[in-house]
């Protein structure tokens, strides 16, 4: 079956320090991805859409100059959090989907990186 | 179930019994619902979906169910077990999967006693 996988699985960094999450798509091309994220004891929410080769889309209240997304290739999306603080500390979910008319149309999530600002 | 503030509601059944999981959606446009169990510190797993041209579907041991009318989804687990314990999201599409991300309702949290 379809496997995402997102790394690093938990991150600690300083308060105003970056941090880049990679999350792969290992057997399928997945010309879309998607990034949740989730604070303790709530669900999941979509922060932006990325299409391989072109920007992403941010969901409402979601700031991209902080939340920084490239799609370069069919198999890799990042996400960095750009001058990190405390608030963003939480579980990040990637999620992708192969194309349409393809076996792996569904959506397949990461394992999710939880990160700590301090 | 509905929540109350940040807590997640709680269901709790014993190990053998059946479970039913409901979700309330908003969006009637939606066309596409997906349930998901999500393990303390993973990512959402998924169990099974449906689209809006069914109202029931089954898989090996669960059963989801739809309600257009009212706009309601079920989840039943038949003879759970140990490892059925976890958070149970619905989460619903627009466009039967297309390019949109999902929305997540606000889960529930399963707990199976022995």
């Known amino acids: 079956g379809a496997v995402v996988s997102q790394h690093p699985s938990r991150v600690i960094c300083k308060s105003g320090t970056s941090v880049k999450i990679e999350c792969r798509s290992l057997?399928?091309?997945?010309?879309?991805m998607f990034w949740y994220r989730q604070f303790p004891k709530q669900s999941l929410m979509l922060m932006a859409t990325?299409?391989?080769?072109?920007?992403?889309?941010?969901e409402q209240g979601v700031e991209k100059d902080k939340f920084l997304i490239n799609h370069a290739s069919l198999t890799l999306s990042t996400l960095t959090v750009t001058s990190a603080h405390p608030e963003d500390s939480s579980f990040y979910i990637c999620?992708?989907?192969?194309?349409?008319?393809?076996?792996?149309?569904?959506?397949?999530f990461g394992s999710g990186t939880r990160l700590t600002v301090v | 179930g509905e929540s109350v503030g940040l807590h997640l509601p709680t269901l709790s059944v014993q190990e053998g019994d059946n479970s039913i999981i409901n979700c309330a959606y908003s969006?009637?446009?939606?066309?596409?619902f997906i349930w998901y169990k999500q393990e303390s510190g993973k990512g959402p797993q998924f169990i099974i979906d449906?689209?809006?041209?069914?109202d029931k579907r089954q898989g090996q041991r669960v059963t989801v169910l739809l309600n257009k009318t009212v706009k309601h989804l079920s989840l039943q687990i038949a003879a759970t077990q140990p490892g059925d314990s976890a958070v149970y999201f619905c989460?619903?599409?627009?466009?039967?999967?297309?390019?949109?991300?999902?929305?997540f309702g606000k889960g529930t949290h399963l707990i199976i006693q022995p």
């Open positions: 057997d399928f091309q997945a010309t879309t």
């Open positions: 449906i689209r809006s041209n069914m």
């Open positions: 990325s299409n391989e080769g072109s920007k992403a889309t941010y």
């Open positions: 999620s992708a989907r192969a194309g349409q008319g393809t076996a792996n149309y569904g959506y397949t």
């Open positions: 969006n009637s446009a939606s066309d596409y």
């Open positions: 989460a619903e599409n627009i466009g039967g999967g297309g390019a949109d991300g999902l929305t």
